[in-house]
């Protein structure tokens, strides 16, 4: 699913040096490379505040902490995305609640989001799953008119845009993820929050510094969410590839379209490729629908074929939120999806004999030749 070792050996000697530089100066919290790459993100997303923090999912968390969201309150967002969206919402007392997803886009839908929203509701936040944004002129209309908070979980998304906006800057706060398998990865757990909104960038330091502002005067109870100077260093060295490696995944991906067409599998009763609505999806995960879906991809890890599912099992059916009383059927889309996805390789190093490789394997899967079955 995705060779970081490659991508290593393309920046070697430039993260080697910056990871070296970060030994020398002994400035492991805070300092010179995080500041630098809190500027770096601002400038990239459009932003005018940004504030790095441990992880995307502390990211999450730590907005919610500044809103002052906890027990009593509910946040509105999708149930079908990784787990620490609704985790977040959860673990500040708040109660998730689920708008369904558009079957086209795997994105919330948010015609559903208005008629869920109750006095309890303090935010919604929308996913950009798999790299493609939201539909935020429609949530943002809702949020404006209903005074609710926006935290835009754009994990998988920095530097998809529509409508001349950056994935992160259409709401209230903006959420990244640098793991190592996004497009922009760190060598580690790291993450980053924007907002245009001065006192929240203030407040969201001080928050990630367990709410010390000045040090040692505590007027919040905040976390240890700050981000460390190696992985900093890491993401400014990607950084300034990351518009080439979106680029290669953007043209991976239409790679895909057209063998995946030329093969004759594309269609209702066959392979459906992801639908693109937006003006830049930078194609975090390639996702298809597939028929037998578990059947292919044993089929594809037999030919060598790394694929995965994102996700096997949706949010309201997880264990864990029992409590929230959803049943199986509740949310249909959410879980067809479980059911019928498949995330295909598509990493920048993906070479065209590989692309060939996958869509061949999946024609013999599937008994296609030449666009016949």
């Known amino acids: ?28 919290i805070m300092g010179p490379h995080v500041e630098a790459c809190e500027k770096a993100v601002a400038a990239y997303t459009g932003a005018a505040h940004a504030v790095g923090v441990s992880s995307g999912t502390d990211a999450l968390l730590a907005c919610l902490m500044v809103e002052g969201i906890g027990p009593g309150d509910e946040v509105i967002t999708s149930p079908y995305t990784f787990f620490a969206t609704a ?23 948010a015609g559903l989001v208005e008629k869920l929203i109750t ?45 001349g906006r950056r994935a992160g800057t259409a709401g209230d706060y903006g959420c990244f ?34 709410g010390a502002n000045p040090k040692y005067v505590h007027r919040f109870i905040g976390g240890n969410f700050r981000l460390d100077a190696l992985q900093a260093a890491v993401v400014n060295v990607k950084l300034r590839r990351l518009d080439s490696w979106t680029e290669a995944r953007r043209e991976n991906a239409r790679r895909y379209d057209r063998l995946i067409a030329d093969a ?39 030919a060598g074929i790394g694929t995965e599912v994102y996700y096997p099992i ?34 920048p190093e993906v070479t065209e004999a590989q692309a060939r490789h996958v869509v061949e394997s999946m024609a013999s899967f599937y008994g296609v030749r030449g666009g016949k079955r």
């Not at 995705?2 to 492991?28: G, H, M």
Request: glycine content about 8%.
């Open 264 to 302: 004759g599998l594309a269609g209702a009763d066959g392979i459906r490729p992801p639908v693109v609505v937006t003006d830049r999806h930078i194609f975090n995960q390639y996702v298809i629908r597939a028929p037998r879906r578990d059947e292919l991809r044993k089929h594809l890890a037999a």
């Open 1 to 28: 699913m995705l060779d970081l070792k490659k991508q290593y050996a393309a920046i070697k000697e430039e993260i080697d040096r910056a990871v070296a530089d970060v030994f020398a100066t002994q400035v492991f």
């Open 314 to 347: 949706p949010l309201h059916l997880q264990e864990c939120f029992a409590y929230l009383g959803c049943r199986p059927g509740s949310l249909p889309e959410s879980e067809e999806a479980a059911r019928s996805t498949l995330a295909l390789p598509v990493y």
């Open 119 to 163: 006095p309890k509701t303090r935010a919604i936040m929308p996913v950009h799953l798999y790299g493609q944004m939201a539909d935020m002129d429609a949530i943002m209309a809702i949020a404006r008119r209903r005074n609710l908070v926006v935290i835009e979980d754009a994990a998988q998304a920095i530097g998809a845009g529509h409508a």
């Open 177 to 210: 993820s640098f793991f190592p398998s996004k497009n922009l990865g760190g060598a580690g757990d790291g993450g980053m929050v924007v907002t245009n909104d001065a006192r929240r960038a203030d407040m969201l330091r001080w928050f990630r510094n367990h």
């Open 87 to 109: 985790g977040a919402v959860a673990r500040t007392g708040a109660r998730p609640v689920f708008a369904d997803i558009d079957p086209v886009t795997f994105n919330m839908n």
